[in-house]
Each structure stands twice: as C-alpha cells, then as structure tokens.
C-alpha cells in the first residue's frame, strides 16, 4: 500500500442543501476547477451573476473535503429520518437506537465512522476471530499434506523442498482483512470529533497479524456468518457502507481529496424495498418480496429490465413497485408510467404501483395494466416518520390483499 497524504486542517465550511442552489460562494479558481473536474456528478458549479460561484447540489448528501475547504451537502429530511432508513438499506437493525443524537450541525459521516470505531474496539477487546486457512507451500521440511502431483511437477529436480498443502490458524482472513482496510482508510482523515483518528489508529494496531489489502464492498458478501464469527456481523455491514460511499480516489499531487456521499435515490430505494420486506414477513406472511429481479424486455431483442420491487403471493408475482425519489405533481411523468408499464406487460402482470418519497394518490387504468401512485412521506421527528413508514406498510398489505382477491377487470 503507498502513502498518501490528507492531514489538511479543514478551516472553512460551506453548507449546502440536497437539490437546492447556493448563490455567491466564494472559492477559489482552483477549488472550482477542482469541484467541475472531480465532483461534477454530485455538485454543479457555475460562475454568480456577481462575486463568487453558483453551487447546485444534487441527490447526494454528505461530505468533501478540498484541502481547507469542507462542503457539506444536508439532506432535505433530518438526519436521525436518514440513519433510520440507512439501517434498513445496509441491514443494521442493531443501530436502529442509536440515532437520538444526531442534530442539523453533527457529521453523519463521523456519527458513522464513531459507531464503526465502538463495534471494532468490541471485537478487539473480546479477542479477533481466528480460523483455519489452507494454503499451499514449497517447503524442506513437511509439515502438512505432501501434493504428489505438484511434487513430481515442481520438485522433479529440486530434491530438497518437498510441495505441500498446510491448515494455519491465523488471524489473516478476509473478515479481519476488511475491518484492517477500513481502519487504516478513516486513520488517514481528520475529524471534528476529538481523539477520534489516534483511536482508528490504535484500533488498527490490533490487527498487527492480518495482512493490509485493499478490498472492495462485494468483499464483504463473501464471509459466511457462523456462530463463531457472528460478532462481526455489524462491523462488517457498516463497512460495507463505508466502502459503497467514501471516496479516496480524487486527488491533485500526493494530496487526497475525501468524499462520503449517499446517492439518496439508492437510499430511498433500498430502505422502501427493505422496510417492506420485513414488515410483509412480519404482519402478513403471504406476500413476499424480490428486491431488483432481472427480467427480460423486448420480444425480437432481449433487453434487461431490472425492477425495485416486485411482490408475490404465496411465491407468485403479482404487483411492480417503483421508487422514484422526486416530488409528485399529481400524476407521474410520461417516462415513468412508459417504464412502469413495460415492467407489467413483459412480465405479465396487470398492476403497478410508483412510490414516491411524499403524500400522492394517482391511479389509472390503461390497457390490461392498472397503475397506482403512493406516497410514504419522509418528514417530520423521527417517532413521526416511524408511524408513517407502518402506515404505509399497513397500505400495502391492504393494496395486496385487494388485488389478489379481486380478478383484473379492464
């Protein structure tokens, strides 16, 4: 692993807010260049009519560091809303209590990287899981399980080294390997939070016996959970999160240039198929959910389609969901409804359904499709958002109970 630097002592903040526009905010050449070139996916920078620049963020919220310079991207909800829905879209359920400290000014992604550090001093005080790890040596001495074939390939000559297959019980395995990496990333930024870095750092000098590799989200779906290595069920989810949405790959020099950013259509996305998914199992067990099945589109070209959400009943489709993360104008748009009613049509069904993240009631029949527009709205003090999310669970079971029970009449 090379060095790199980013100890820069973030001395000016600039507050934004998720899809709204900031008029006059003063950077400099460099800082611009440097948002249009690396960050123009998440922010759109403009020069002001007067001094200064125009910044319009997008649908992510989170953080960027630019050397001196921290923008912070709020969500349109408050953030105690947007953890809850994040312990849903990246399955922390044990999290679900520990958001009544949040505020409008705390750093979601230090809030984040706080809980990281509690869950890996848990396991470390406890003691890292080890395990048996074969692995294949050429050796003088034979330790293991001599491989004959590899023997007579590799040692035809070389009479002095016998080829050997060996079990090792290390702490150099892929669950220690993830939470190492994820360490020794977070050590290398600065927070608010006091003593928060040296602690990553001690942290991570626990795992002296586990190798530093990079590893990537999709690393963290290969461990297969056991009653021995279940305690790391939770670290292991948070960075995965970690890994899916801190950046370190921005940089100008030897100097990197961070950035934590939730792509808040995948979050609300995520969270409703999630949500309803264990609610379903929990209330009515007859209806089931497949989250993002790959479906084909097109009769004489096979295209993909990929669905958020499709419901079953009894183990059969019935229904296509849809999240689409905008405000509602009192019927969806042409491009959505079109969307929506290929999903039907291709895969047979007759109703849809287009979630949107705020109050909506459409419904509307076309040929052999009916298609709904509901709402779950995001708002309010979390104890209020938490009611809106079990009525709008309870909606769904009634919807579903509804259509089954009544044949398609169109």
Known sequence: MGEFVMETAVSNTITLREHKQKESVPLTQAQAMQLKEHYSKFISVERSWGEGWTLTAKQYVGTIVLDDLRIVIRPKILLDNLFYMLTYAYDLPSFRNEITTLGEADDLFEFITVIFANQVGQLVRRGLYRSYLEQEENRRFLRGKLLVAEQIRRNSVRVTHVYQQNCEFTADILENQILKYILWQLSRLTFRTPHLRQRLRRLMSAFGETSLRMVRPWDCEQVIYTRLN???RNPLHLAQLLLQNLSLENQVGNTFFPAFLFDMNNVFELFVARYLKQYLAENHSDFG????????????VKERGIPDIVLQHHGRRFMVLDTKYKGFTGMPSINDRNQMYMYCRSMGLTHGCLIYPEEADYQNTFPDVKLRGVGLSLNGELAVFQEHCQ???QQ????AADVVSTPAQF
């Open 230 to 232: 279940g305690a790391y």
């Open 289 to 300: 959910i497949e989250i993002q099945p790959k479906i084909w589109l097109g009769l004489e």
């Open 391 to 393: 009525q709008f669970g």
């Open 396 to 399: 769904f079971i009634d919807l």
